[in-house]
Nanobody
Framework: QVMLVESGGGLVQAGGSLRLSCAAS????????MGWFRQAPGKERDVVAA????????YYVDSVKGRFTISRDNAKNTVYLQMNSLKPEDTAVYYC????????????WGQGTQVTVSS
């Protein structure tokens, strides 16, 4: 069992920055690939960024490339999402998730943190 707790969300003006954190507890964090997802009102939850267990490989959805950076600190059992140049369309609830086998569904999810970007 892995428990995930997100933090760092909030209200920011367009062009601003936020850093989300996801703290993991339970089974060995370093054994999991991690992802950040977001869900806007009335829309499906979609992947934003992902990172493999070592941090050597990352993935970003096109809409956030060059603005968001995913990273992890296995010593601190934490994954981060640095979000720069935020846009109103980035407004959503952001979730982190842990994946034990790459390519399969994510196994564990956090409760989410709200990010609101005002224009």
């Amino acid at each position: 069992q892995v428990m995930l707790v997100e933090s760092g969300g909030g209200l920011v003006q367009a062009g601003g920055s936020l850093r989300l954190s996801c703290a993991a507890s339970g089974r060995a964090f370093s054994g999991y690939a991690m992802g950040w997802f977001r869900q806007a009102p009335g829309k499906e939850r979609d992947v934003v960024a992902a990172i493999n267990w070592s941090g050597s490989n990352t993935y970003y959805v096109d809409s956030v490339k060059g603005r968001f950076t995913i990273s992890r600190d296995n010593a601190k059992n934490t994954v981060y999402l640095q979000m720069n140049s935020l846009k109103p369309e980035d407004t959503a609830v952001y979730y982190c998730a842990a994946q034990s086998v790459v390519g399969r569904e994510y196994d564990y999810w956090g409760q989410g943190t709200q990010v609101t970007v005002s224009s």
